[in-house]
């Protein structure tokens, strides 16, 4: 969750020039070109949407045209591949929705970074905004050889975060805030079961009220 994934920065004045002179050449032929007042940023979170609700290989090149408003060749020079997107999507969502994960480990004490981690997946996961569940969990549940290396990058994305907190965890321990009986990497491997599992369950359906009374018991079931 703390790292950040290559290739994920703001498409360049080169990428601007060539979706212009892509709606320029769409004009006459009737195609849809980049509108003229189109937004990046506005076009990036549209496509968050789409990978999120629907996974990466779920997206497919016409969901994300129509969600984003440009055609494929103005959505490649804008940015890049499907790939590429879809990792700029994860960034904006490991920055944006998801970052309150970041700020979960800035907590004082071990309790009160894991109760912030398990509320914020709770509140993430159900919130009406969204599409439901976890886009770092749900963004390679099926996964073929087309987008298996997305598959790893994810779970690469799901271990630096797992990493993190175990190295907040240690410092706890080192601190006295943590029992010395505790083991900081079997905590954390927990704590992240728990939350991605939770994502899972919000992704069928499963009710914010649900998902905090699974916040409330594991709470109590740590040693914490």
């Known amino acids: 969750m703390s790292r950040r994934l290559n290739g994920c920065n703001n498409c360049t004045d080169r990428y601007r020039n060539r979706i212009q002179q892509g709606m320029r050449r769409n004009k006459s032929s009737g195609r849809l070109g980049r509108p003229r007042s189109f937004d ?5 979170d549209r496509a968050l949407q789409v990978f999120w609700r629907k996974g990466y290989e779920g997206a497919s090149l016409s969901d994300l045209t129509k969600a984003v408003g440009v055609n494929r060749p103005s959505l490649y020079a804008a940015f890049g591949d499907k ?28 309790r009160a970074v894991v109760e912030r981690l398990l509320r914020g997946a709770a509140e993430l996961n159900t919130a009406p905004r969204n599409p439901g569940g976890c886009l770092i969990v749900q963004g390679a549940l099926a996964s073929g050889d087309a987008g298996d290396s997305i598959r790893q990058e994810l ?7 797992e990493a993190a907190l175990r190295r907040r965890l240690q410092r706890a321990k080192s601190e006295g ?29 499963a009710s914010r009220d649900k998902l905090q009374h699974v916040v409330e018991m594991t709470l109590r079931t740590l040693p914490l």
């Open 40 to 44: 990046i940023d506005g076009a990036l």
């Open 83 to 110: 790939k590429a997107l879809f990792r700029k999507a994860l960034n904006r969502y490991l920055t944006g929705p998801a970052a309150y994960t970041q700020e979960a480990l800035k907590e004082p004490t071990a």
């Open 155 to 161: 779970v690469a994305c799901r271990a630096a975060g």
């Open 177 to 205: 805030d943590l029992p010395a009986t505790v083991n900081p990497a079997d905590l954390a491997r927990y704590v992240a079961t728990i939350a991605y599992g939770m994502a899972v369950q919000a992704a069928g359906g």
